[in-house]
């Protein structure tokens, strides 16, 4: 089950004992999961202020009022306007070009062009990237245009697909600064034909560790939008297309054994190889069969130092053979696979494609050839091996005996590039999905919607970033010269570099009135040089709290502490001579143990988010009275405490919810509160299930004794993560659905 594409996986089934299983998973992991959510269910988002979240490569960044926002997520800004419209005001085709409806491009003459404006800054890197088909005609000497790019006008000349694929190509602002010319170009010098161009992007890369294009769409109009998109997958561009690279968990990476059609200069391995954090090897001979691959896969396949092995192969058994082959060729693809499943590789099977009108085939080796993929298909069935059907995917419209003209290399048998495009994207598909399995528990593949309480931040605006100011009194040390890269991105002169000049040099900020109670404080710290003790106080310095082994010299990190006091004075103190720290973005919040992870601008608000995943008319299709279950996957940030009641689920009553306080999860049916005490530690899985008179909780693969239930929990509208500090990765709802403990400590590990 791919949790990842699409982003609502409605309305799976499988058969179980006869009995059909039905249930719906969300990922909360992007703007484009949030808004199919809620289109689907009537729901709603609202945030009255802006958020800063931490991005994929540890930025910040300020996401607009009413924006969903992503902890390690991406955000993209489409740069180019009208991305969905080529026919729009602002594109300009070469005189000879007719554009038709909205996305056709047809040349009239070699090196015809479309192209658009953007404004770019010098010395930046940029991404333009488009959705590309042609149907029918020339599929080659198609490029990229970058007129006034300071890397040149154009990009390499690219084979496009019947398929629609993004294509992309990467490029300089202009010297400078200033416009750069965007657009395609048909470099043909005959035989023009319609081109579809659609879902235009033009990024800004710069300073960027990920500089390839998502696939995700950006519509534009007439203004210039931005959106957060999740990088479980990140992707890469091979050979001008752009694919989703499979994350992780194959650290062994891969190898290709088959005969010619797999021993060609532009193999599918080639492809596998692109998308992998590791190597796909290839070890296709020309004229091997099945027997000979089996003969040699120890040492060839060497599977005991593979995570995975592509097996392909069977034709030439076939056409060597003058009886039916099938039974040394099932015999030969049995022991393959069982070398592989013995040395923990697992196998990834590609069967006979159609290869009818080629020499050597006839009616009698289509039957074997019909036999042998019959009988693999069933042997990958019941042995849970993955095979990738090309008989079906490459096959003619016409006949499905023979190979598309698009995927026929000219001799009915061997494919071409076209088809080595789509079994390598067939097997990348397996191998995202499996590896995202694998790794959606793990912490750094996580991208969740990052919620967090309503929240103050006492520093005044002119005091929270500027360490030169007034009300920050130093005492034994100075801010020193120099510029400092801050956590957003900006560089910033001469006002954010502490230096010790004595021992116990400190830096604290002028009182902030308020009468006695909790109070956080928290900087963002990174160590110029030094390697003496660094502590925080909350009141002038009566009490110094040593934070030197959070702080590191390779990256920002908030440091923190609270306590109960009055009318707070904040500050830092280096306790030795010559130390010297960065700081940025200083928070004081009163009435919590801790400052917002997603740092609140100087004397601004951060406003509680309403994330209504259904109205109260959808939300019945999701939460069913009589029974079913939720799962949730979240985390607390920071360290595994609520700051206030953080309310999950909730439909009227608190399906599961966390006390204020806490990291134990509960669940209140209105009359009835069952709760798991200290259950939420890191990225938590939590199921809340219920049926009959009785309700349970299980968490990562535990649970507490069941409780009873009332037969009943609210009617109003669906919230998620209302209060909550931390992020929601993914919902899982089983509506209606009678579930069991160990299904639910099974789901939940």
């Known amino acids: 089950m791919n949790i990842i594409k699409p982003l609502i996986q409605g309305n799976i089934k499988a058969l179980n004992n006869f009995y059909y299983k039905a249930f719906t998973i969300f990922l909360l992991d992007s703007t484009k999961s949030i808004s199919a959510f809620i289109n689907k269910y009537n729901g709603s988002f609202s945030r009255a202020s802006t958020i800063t979240v931490k991005d994929h490569e540890g930025i910040y960044k300020t996401v607009s009022n009413n924006i969903p926002a992503f902890y390690g997520g991406r955000e993209e800004t489409n740069l180019i306007k009208h991305s969905m419209d080529i026919s729009a005001s602002g594109w300009a085709p070469d005189s000879g070009v007719t554009i038709t409806g909205t996305d056709t491009f047809l040349a009239d003459s070699a090196a015809d062009r479309i192209i658009r404006s953007v404004t770019t800054k010098a010395n930046h890197l940029y991404i333009i990237s488009a959705v590309i088909s042609v ?27 019947r398929n629609s694929k993004r294509y992309a190509a990467v490029c300089l ?57 999740n990088t479980i997958s990140i992707n890469h561009v091979y050979d001008g297309i752009v694919r989703e690279s499979v994350c992780g968990n194959y650290p062994k990476g891969g190898v290709a054994i ?59 058994d076939i056409i060597a053979a003058s009886s039916d082959p099938n039974t040394a060729m099932q015999s030969a693809m049995s022991s393959m696979v069982n070398k592989c499943t013995s040395n923990n590789a697992e196998p990834i099977i590609i069967n006979i494609s159609p290869w009818k009108d080629s020499t050597n085939w006839s009616s009698e080796k289509q039957g074997w050839t019909e036999t042998y993929n019959t009988w693999l298909t069933s042997y990958c069935s019941i042995n849970t091996i993955k095979l990738i059907n090309v008989y079906t995917a490459l096959a003619s419209e016409n006949d499905s005996e023979k190979l598309a003209n698009d995927y026929d290399s000219g001799d009915n048998i061997h494919w071409s590039y076209s088809a080595d495009i789509v079994i390598g994207d067939l097997v990348c598909d ?24 309503s929240s103050i931040n006492r520093v005044s605006a002119a005091e929270y970033r ?11 040390g100075s801010i020193t010269s120099g510029d400092v890269t801050l956590i957003d991105g900006s560089v910033v002169a001469n006002k954010n570099t502490f230096t010790a000049t004595s021992n116990n040099a400190t830096i604290i900020k002028s009182s902030y009135f308020s009468i006695i109670g909790t109070h956080a404080c928290g900087f963002f710290i990174k160590r110029k040089s030094g390697t003496g003790a660094i502590a925080l106080t909350l009141n002038n310095g009566g009490t110094w709290t040593n934070v030197t ?15 109960t006091t009055m009318n707070p004075r904040i500050g830092i103190r280096l306790a030795v001579s010559g130390d010297a720290v960065y700081l940025d973005w200083a928070q004081l919040v009163k009435g919590d143990r801790y400052v917002s992870i997603h740092p609140i601008k100087g004397g601004e608000t951060l406003a509680e988010q309403t994330f209504v995943g259904a109205n109260a008319t959808s939300m019945p299709k999701l939460i069913k009275d009589k029974q079913g279950y939720i799962i949730t996957q979240l985390q607390l940030l920071p360290e595994n405490y609520s700051l206030q009641k953080a309310e999950i689920i909730n439909n009227g009553e608190d399906i599961s919810y966390i006390a204020q306080g806490t990291n134990s999860i509960s669940s209140d049916d209105g009359t009835n509160n069952l709760v798991y005490s200290n259950s939420i530690v890191g990225l938590s899985k ?31 509208n669906l919230k998620i993560g209302t ?27």
């Open 173 to 229: 602002g202009k010297s400078g600064g200033g416009d750069v010319s965007f657009g395609f170009q048909d470099m043909n010098t005959s035989s023009w034909v319609p081109v579809k161009l659609t879902s235009w992007k033009v990024i800004d890369v710069s300073g960027s560790l990920v500089q390839a294009p998502s696939d995700n769409i950006i519509i534009t109009t007439t203004d210039q939008i931005t959106k957060w998109f």
């Open 466 to 476: 500027d360490f030169t100011h007034a009300n920050w009194t130093k005492t034994n």
């Open 723 to 749: 209060k909550h500090n931390g992020i929601i990765t993914l919902l899982e709802f089983g509506a209606g659905r009678k579930t069991t403990q160990a299904e639910m400590e099974n789901k939940t590990t």
């Open 135 to 161: 149907n029918s005609g020339n599929l080659g000497k198609y490029r990229f245009f970058h007129g006034d790019s300071a890397s040149g006008q154009y990009s390499s000349i690219f084979t496009v697909s």
């Open 549 to 563: 082994s959070e702080i590191t010299s390779t990256a920002w990190h908030l440091v923190q502490i609270y306590a």
């Open 430 to 453: 397996y191998l995202r999905l499996t590896a995202t399995k694998r790794n959606e528990d793990k912490l750094s593949n996580t991208i969740g919607l990052a919620c967090w309480p």
């Open 258 to 316: 088959g005969d010619s059609q797999t021993d060609n200069v532009q193999s599918y391995s080639l492809i596998v190889n692109a998308a992998i954090d590791a190597t796909c090897s290839n070890e296709g001979i020309s004229g091997n069969r099945l027997v000979d691959m089996d003969s040699r896969f120890i040492a060839d396949a060497d599977p005991a130092n593979k995570s995975f092995v592509i097996i392909q192969g069977g034709v030439n």
């Open 686 to 716: 939590v199921a809340s299930y219920w049926w009959d008179t009785y309700k349970q909780l299980s968490v990562n693969g535990n649970s507490v004794s069941q409780g009873d239930y009332d037969q009943s929990f609210g009617n109003s």
